[in-house]
């Protein structure tokens, strides 16, 4: 017997870089289970240009799960999106950033090396900007979250 589908709405994720915390949420903004992530870079501020390790901010979704040779579970998202490049493209107009930067991409949420779930218990900056948690925990977020659950990443 084969498992229900679950809507692309049943569930959101917020991911709070400054807590170190995913929260999965349901469809009634009841909290289902929380757990703790790591990032890329100590600077926990807006991703900005490819490569500075930093996680985006804003709002977006899971457009693809598949089981990962290195880490476990991959819940890719939809980063870079229309809300991602206005702010870079903003931050190119304003001189913020190099004119002849480049977005970035590939992000999203997966699990640790094996047997390197350490990295989460210390809080150790390791990804590249995606966002990692424990493999127990990402098997559990890759088995509940369907393709399309939106994904709120806050500093």
């Known amino acids: 017997m084969s498992q229900p589908k679950v809507d692309k709405d049943a569930y959101y994720v917020v ?3 400054s807590d170190f915390t995913l929260t999965v949420y349901n469809r009634n903004h009841v909290w289902v289970a929380r757990y703790p992530v790591v990032f890329g870079s100590k600077d926990l501020g807006d991703k900005m240009i490819a490569g500075d390790r930093k996680t985006p901010e804003g709002t977006f979704h899971i457009v693809s799960k598949k ?3 290195k880490w476990c579970r991959f819940l890719a998202l939809d980063y870079p999106n229309a809300e991602s490049y206005e702010k870079f493209n903003e931050r190119k107009a ?3 950033i ?3 930067a480049s977005i970035g991409g590939g992000i999203g949420i997966h699990g640790t090396w094996p ?3 350490f990295a989460v218990d210390n809080y150790q900056p390791w990804t ?3 966002i990692s948690t424990k493999n127990e925990y990402v098997i ?4 509940l979250l369907p393709v399309g659950t939106k994904v709120i990443i806050e500093p």
């Open 15 to 17: 991911i709070k870089k």
């Open 67 to 69: 089981v990962h040779s």
């Open 94 to 96: 304003h001189g913020v």
């Open 98 to 100: 190099s004119p002849n």
């Open 115 to 117: 047997h390197e779930d």
């Open 128 to 130: 590249e900007g995606c």
């Open 140 to 143: 559990e977020l890759y088995n």
